[in-house]
């Protein structure tokens, strides 16, 4: 890759806009930020490159799904190797952007980085060794996207075309690398999926296997949601937290358990929000756009009219 370059010339800055002064003001900007946050001017890039972890998604889509999200020219005899390349293309990748978070890490906590290269290469093999399983996990998310919406005319249609599945094959990603202790490179593959389709997963969340988003667009689930088996979610659908605990402080604590637990077998229809750390029990229908703030028995189908008689029952009993 050929670097820009940065070391103009007078002649190349001549505009007619302020440059001088805007640049000037700018890197006074900077330092101004740089000062408040202890950082040095003398470090090179400290973080991960979005667009370079753009690469390297897309990369590994193809590895894992050569012939449907590779490249167009490729035929089968040529698969074994193109898995190959592309692999060690996206697996020395990951290296690399994996030891810039790691030293970002071990610098905000003040501690030695003499071991980062060697964790990140531990980590990025742990990674590669993944790659089956995941396969067939995303093998179990695609079947499911196909059984479950009537419109769907193939598997090949699903992965090409569905968002839900382009947001799942992210998060099944993001998720290995949060785990594994990389929690911003995650964090920037969820964030690339929520650009492109709408759907915001944290990649913190637990989700398992055979899992579907139908639509899509809309659908929160935040860090700390656990999902079963063979779940079902539609559009808008909101797996949030009802409340923040904070420290004596006020600060707020991070990583407490407060999203919901969707068992395995649940549907939950479009627009409905489900706050707290609640569980919804296995083989449960929820019904669109209810709202609902506690745990719901296995078997249960809940719908905005049998909301409304149990709070009215609620409100006759409260009366008496």
Not at 121 to 147: C, G, N, T
Not at 188 to 211: K, M, N, R, V, Y
Not at 218 to 232: M, P, S
Not at 288 to 295: C, L, P
Request: hydrophobic share 40%; with cysteine; net charge negative.
């Amino acid at each position: 890759m050929t670097s820009m370059p940065y070391k103009l010339s007078p002649d190349q800055l001549a505009s007619r806009w302020p440059l001088a002064q805007v640049t000037q003001q700018l890197r006074e900007a900077r330092q101004d930020w740089r000062k408040r946050t202890g950082r040095s001017s003398e470090a090179d890039r400290e973080l991960p490159s979005p667009v370079v972890v753009q690469t390297f998604v897309t990369d590994l889509c193809g590895a894992l799904f050569p012939m449907r999200l590779g490249p167009e020219d490729l035929r089968h005899a040529c698969e074994e190797q193109y898995v190959a390349l592309t692999l060690k293309q996206a697996l020395d990748s990951l290296y690399e952007q994996a030891r810039l978070e790691l030293r970002y890490a071990t610098r905000q906590a003040r501690r030695d980085e003499g071991d980062v290269d060697t964790r990140a290469e531990h980590l990025v093999r742990e990674f590669a060794e993944a790659l089956p399983a995941m396969r067939r996990l995303l093998d179990s998310d695609v079947i499911a996207a196909y059984k479950g919406d009537p419109a769907a005319r193939s598997v090949d249609e699903v992965l090409l075309c569905y968002p839900g599945v382009l947001a799942v094959i992210h998060h099944r990603i993001a998720h290995h690398l949060y785990c594994a202790g990389l929690p911003l490179l995650a964090r920037i593959i969820a964030e690339l999926a929520h650009s492109a389709t709408g759907i915001d997963i944290h990649p913190g969340a637990q989700i398992g296997g055979s899992f579907f988003i139908d639509h899509g667009t809309g659908v929160v689930i935040g860090e700390t949601a656990i999902i079963g088996e063979r779940v079902r979610l539609y559009q808008a659908v909101t797996l949030g937290a009802k409340r923040f605990e904070s420290d004596e402080q006020g600060q707020l604590l991070k990583g407490q358990p407060r999203h919901p637990i969707v068992e395995d077998d649940v549907v939950i229809y479009a627009g409905a929000t489900i706050l707290g750390r609640i569980t919804i029990g296995a083989g449960s229908t929820i019904g669109g756009n209810v709202w609902i703030t506690r745990s719901v028995p296995p078997g249960s189908s809940v719908t905005q009219a049998s909301l409304q008689q149990e709070c009215g029952r609620q409100s006759a009993s409260d009366d008496a």
